[in-house]
């Protein structure tokens, strides 16, 4: 399972002052020393922390996946056909949520997310739909011609008791092994940390993970590097279930 870093929030401290430190392009170059997979950004209609500037640099200096997130809209959609990310990520966006609240409506928007996904494609744009891992989301992303899915694990990482966790982790190994056989490719992300990876990372079919909060919130700390480290670590050991001790002889 591959890690992708988003890097918003060090776009969000640099804006709190509104000059250049902390620069996002020097936490990518960072992470990937690091381990990092791919380099996730959100370009916000309102700007609120990754900007045009970074978008462009973080383009031409990235050296694995550059993963852009963004709304369905005319001008984001026109930044990122010029600019070519390896992978668009499509999000809802509400000015006001303090982050990604919730999947995708595929339902009520199946027309301008199936024109996005045309309009990407003649560019040879892979397209990722951010969605709540739903059987007829699922369906519908592969009917439009979506070339991943991102399950957002929002409500398994928020949790509050173990059985609701374990509920919630069922639907997205059900979404994930759906999604497989559709021939979607998965990845997933929102809220997850080092404590609530260790599910995830045994889901075979999820590719990639996209983990922003957690890691650079940890970075405060330990410096970036080693958050990073850390966390591409779990995935390694937790994967290949190597955290299982051996039966003693
Ligand atoms: N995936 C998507 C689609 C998101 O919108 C976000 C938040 O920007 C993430 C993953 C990462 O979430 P978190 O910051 O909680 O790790």
């Known amino acids: 399972m591959r890690l992708g870093i988003n890097i918003d929030h060090v776009a969000t401290i640099r804006e709190a002052r509104g000059g250049l430190e902390p620069d996002p392009v020097t936490a990518a170059h960072i992470a990937e020393f690091a381990g990092a997979e791919a380099i996730v950004c959100h370009l916000r209609e309102d700007r ?27 001008e984001i959609i026109s930044i990122a056909l010029d600019i070519i990310p390896d992978l668009v990520t ?5 000015r006001q949520e303090l982050t990604t609240e919730s999947g995708l409506d595929i339902i009520g928007n199946r027309k301008t997310l199936q024109t996005a996904i045309q309009r990407f494609h003649k560019k040879d744009i892979p397209v990722s739909l951010f969605l709540d891992p739903v059987d007829e989301y699922i369906r519908l992303a592969h009917e439009i011609d979506a070339d991943f899915i991102e399950i957002h694990t929002g409500e398994y990482a928020n949790a509050r008791t173990i059985q609701e966790a374990s509920e919630q982790l069922e ?19 929102h809220g997850l940390n080092y404590a609530n990876i260790k599910p995830i990372a045994r889901i075979t079919e999820i590719e990639e993970v996209s983990i922003g909060h957690a890691i650079i919130s940890r970075a405060v700390f330990t410096g970036l590097e080693r958050a990073v480290r850390d966390m591409a670590d779990l995935l390694i050991r937790y994967s290949n279930n190597d955290d299982i001790s051996a039966p003693e002889d």
């Open 90 to 94: 499509l999000v809802p966006e509400k």
């Open 48 to 74: 609120r922390h990754i900007n045009d500037r970074d978008v462009r640099l973080l383009r031409e200096t990235v050296k694995t996946k550059l993963d852009l997130e963004m709304a369905a809209t005319e």
């Open 171 to 189: 639907k997205i190994r059900h979404g994930a092994e759906l999604a497989r056989s559709l021939d979607l490719g998965v990845n997933a992300g």
